[in-house]
């Protein structure tokens, strides 16, 4: 559903510490799944993707891990630093279809 | 620099009027994405695009207008029936409309009515 009215969750975390970000998504059928990082005042940029035949995927610092009978995915930053902070979304593509934003999480890096 | 390019950065606009936000892009995608933000808030879908000459209804497409006649242009119309325009505009292209691939962004327009 729409975000409308919602304010998004927050996360603090301590510098060199690992952040765990969480999504739950909606529809069984989604077959691809994005993570997004935005900065203040800018676009969304990619992070990394999954698609749904994998259950865990890794890229530099970043991990996403997809937990179909739940619906769950997850983005896992390692070591996380200062350039970090930003607003992290998750997308899901239902088969066929377009992206589906959720509501997105506030990281914020405390030195 | 192969890219997707939105213009104005900021734009003012007086009640009751249209204003139009351009969107191009140069990496030869088929689908194009209009989404608002508002402070604090997720991505919401206001029109899409999947084809030249053809385009969809988002979630909260009232108020607002679009046109893709070529496959690189996608702008988007405020027209004054949008009651609360104040937001940050998010334009988006991908290679498909299938939603395989990921969405590249630009790098927005602030509306600000006055």
């Known amino acids: 559903g729409e975000s409308v009215g919602l304010h998004l969750p927050t996360l603090s975390v301590q510098e060199g510490d690992n952040s765990i970000i969480n999504c739950a998504y909606s529809?069984?059928?989604?077959?691809?799944f994005i993570w997004y990082k935005q900065e203040s005042g800018k676009g969304p940029q990619f992070i990394i993707d999954?698609?749904?035949?994998?259950d865990k995927r890794q890229g530099q610092r970043v991990t996403v891990l997809l937990n179909k009978t739940v619906k769950h995915l997850s983005l896992q930053i390692a070591a996380t630093q200062p350039g970090d902070s930003a607003v992290y979304f998750c997308a899901e593509v239902p088969y066929g279809n377009k992206l589906v934003f959720g509501a997105g999480t506030i990281l914020r890096v405390k030195s | 620099d192969g890219g997707i390019t939105q213009s104005p950065k900021y734009l003012f606009r007086k009640e009751g009027q249209n204003v139009t936000l351009s969107c191009e892009q140069n990496?030869?995608?088929?689908?194009m994405y209009w989404y608002r933000q508002d402070p604090g808030q997720g991505l919401r879908l206001i029109y899409y695009?999947?084809?030249?000459?053809?385009?969809q209804k988002g979630d909260i497409a009232e108020g607002y207008s679009v046109s893709r006649e070529k496959k690189e242009s996608f702008p988007l119309t405020v027209t004054s029936a949008q009651k609360n325009p104040t937001a940050f505009y998010l334009c988006?292209?991908?290679?498909?409309?299938?939603?395989?691939?990921?969405?590249?962004f630009g790098q927005g327009t602030r509306l600000t009515v006055v």
């Open positions: 999954i698609r749904s035949n994998m």
């Open positions: 988006a292209s991908s290679v498909t409309g299938r939603g395989n691939t990921e969405a590249f």
């Open positions: 990496l030869n995608h088929d689908a």
């Open positions: 529809n069984s059928a989604s077959d691809y």
């Open positions: 695009s999947h084809i030249v000459n053809d385009f």
